[in-house]
């Protein structure tokens, strides 16, 4: 019986020396991530004059970081909204003021509307595919 005790100690001890030096080796190195590109730029500038908006219809493509500046030649404070992005862009230009605001444009259609005081002034497209790149 003792026999058999011994054993299974010389077993557990060769076991443990084993999971030691195997933690021990090298191990391979990860992969380093590649690096993110930085989204591609689009500079809009939108004119406001009354209730007008110029120009009327805006266009950009997908993934782009949209860098838009307004201008209010107004001669009242202007609110400028769009439709599908009210979280991002949301603008009040004060009269004969500037104001701008940087968005990325990720979410394609044609239905987003500019809306200056509430009202629909303009039209902005996202033009791209509604897919994530490399799905069919």
Do not use: C
């Amino acid at each position: 019986m003792n026999r058999r005790y011994v054993f299974l100690f010389a077993a557990i001890v060769a076991a443990a020396l084993m999971i030691s030096l195997a933690g021990r080796l090298p191990r391979p190195r990860a992969e380093a991530p590649e690096p993110v590109a930085a989204a591609p730029r689009t500079a809009l500038e939108l004119v406001i004059d009354g209730e007008r908006m110029l120009p009327v219809l805006t266009q950009v493509e997908k993934g782009h970081r949209v860098d838009l500046e307004v201008v209010n030649r107004g001669k009242a404070e202007a609110r400028l909204t769009l439709t599908g992005y009210d979280d991002r862009v949301d603008l009040r230009v004060g009269a004969g003021a500037r104001a701008g605001v940087s968005f990325l444009a990720d979410r394609p259609g044609d239905g987003f509307a500019w809306h200056v005081d509430g009202e629909p002034a303009g039209r902005f497209v996202v033009t791209g595919s509604h897919l994530v790149e490399g799905h069919r």
